[in-house]
DNA sequence: AAGAAAACTTAATGTAGATTAAGAATGAAT
DNA sequence: ATTCATTCTTAATCTACATTAAGTTTTCTT
């Protein structure tokens, strides 16, 4: 069980003293999860908080036809949630599960309020953490507005250079919304990178 | 100046103080955009955090061809910042201009941020904000990968009934991520919601 | 090591939306 | 009220990517 790369995720922001420190591992679980096995299953309550310490968890939704269209990556050090469903207590619509065998650890959305109630340090920590998230959301969204998929496929590359050695084509495909087919087109039909 | 609007917004998720509302209300500044007025400029750097109060200002994106692609737009009671920008000191990625005449209230980053620091109540409502913030753009990002046009178009006008009914077209299409010339063909071409 | 499943590759065909072009309608400026 | 600019409409043609199908390669399971 590794706490020492949240702990020092958080520590790039705030600096917690020993006490609080306590407090919040006292909050924190760990679980593994095996390849393939969802940790959250759309329509289902996210009520929890998730922080990747080993493996890569990945989130994303099916449509109609059951095709995967995933929405985001989390390798170690990677927060990931369905924030509306976190939210609201809403069905989730996102899936979240393990492309590798993979470990994390979670609060609970009760333990997760009330640390940022009474570690104040800890909320600002997060809200930075959501301004982060923002600014990455923003970038993506009009990324896929502007860019064709030759160059969202450098773009991430280049972003991501240690996701691309491990991750499977399809799951990149998916990321940057093509299909299998046409990426595998695209990679070995052209100059590339 | 109406900041009534501001601290009403506040009021939903946290309580100020009088003296906390007073400090708040002193670091804002207050300015008004004309229609088309640009108030954020791509390459510069995006200092502030903008809150309208009045009209409706949007955030978008140029592409090489010149063509506009709306990320955002944010009525009276929306936020609205290059967030990146904000945070790192980059050159601003999007221009933020006035569709009507306008008005907003503003922070720059320095009192913004010792605001947060000083009021750990006020940081609470901006974590919170994140969180939703971070919530619409999951769903937008899923959105436009699972749906087609029409739907993205439905669901424009089912969450933003008093968007839809002031608009200009071409604006709506910019958001959906279609061209003006499309949107017009498939409103007019079948039967719309 | 063998067999099954999954991932990747390849190619032909199809399609949602873009581009190009231009006319009509509406809104803004004077 | 008139003129100009902008927005919307319409239609033909084009294109980036999807879909369908199937073969090959790699990975996983036993």
Same mark, same amino acid.
């Given at each position: 069980?590794?706490?020492?790369?949240?702990?020092?995720?958080?520590?790039?922001?705030?600096?917690?003293?020993?006490?609080?420190?306590?407090?919040?591992?006292?909050?924190?679980?760990?679980?593994?999860?095996?390849?393939? *096995?969802?940790?959250?299953?759309?329509?289902?309550?996210?009520?929890?908080?998730?922080?990747?310490?080993?493996?890569?968890?990945?989130s994303y939704a099916v449509d109609k036809n059951g095709t995967e269209h995933v929405?985001?990556?989390?390798?170690?050090?990677?927060?990931?949630?369905?924030?509306?469903?976190?939210?609201?207590?809403?069905?989730?619509?996102?899936?979240?599960?393990?492309?590798d065998d993979s470990e994390y650890i979670f609060f609970n959305k009760i333990d997760?309020?009330?640390?940022?109630?009474?570690?104040?340090?800890?909320?600002?920590?997060?809200?930075?953490?959501?301004?982060?998230?923002?600014?990455?959301?923003?970038?993506?969204?009009?990324?896929?507005?502007?860019?064709?998929?030759?160059?969202?496929?450098?773009?991430?590359?280049?972003?991501?250079?240690?996701?691309?050695?491990?991750?499977? *084509?399809?799951?990149?495909?998916?990321?940057?919304?093509?299909?299998?087919e046409f990426l595998s087109k695209m990679l070995n039909t052209q100059i590339v990178?």
């Open positions: 069980m590794d706490n020492s790369l949240l702990l020092s995720s958080i520590a790039k922001y705030v600096t917690l003293d020993e006490q609080e420190e306590q407090y919040l591992l006292s909050l924190l679980h760990y679980k593994k999860a095996k390849r393939k *096995q969802l940790v959250l299953e759309e329509g289902d309550i996210s009520s929890k908080v998730i922080f990747v310490t080993a493996g890569c968890l990945r929405l985001q990556f989390a390798p170690p050090g990677w927060w990931i949630v369905d924030m509306r469903s976190y939210i609201t207590g809403e069905p989730a619509r996102l899936n979240i599960d393990a492309i997760f309020e009330e640390l940022n109630l009474k570690v104040p340090k800890f909320e600002r920590f997060n809200r930075i953490l959501g301004q982060n998230a923002i600014a990455t959301y923003q970038h993506r969204q009009i990324d896929n507005a502007i860019f064709a998929a030759m160059e969202r496929y450098a773009n991430f590359c280049q972003l991501y250079p240690s996701l691309i050695k491990t991750l499977p *084509q399809k799951q990149v495909a998916s990321y940057i919304g093509v299909t299998p990178k």
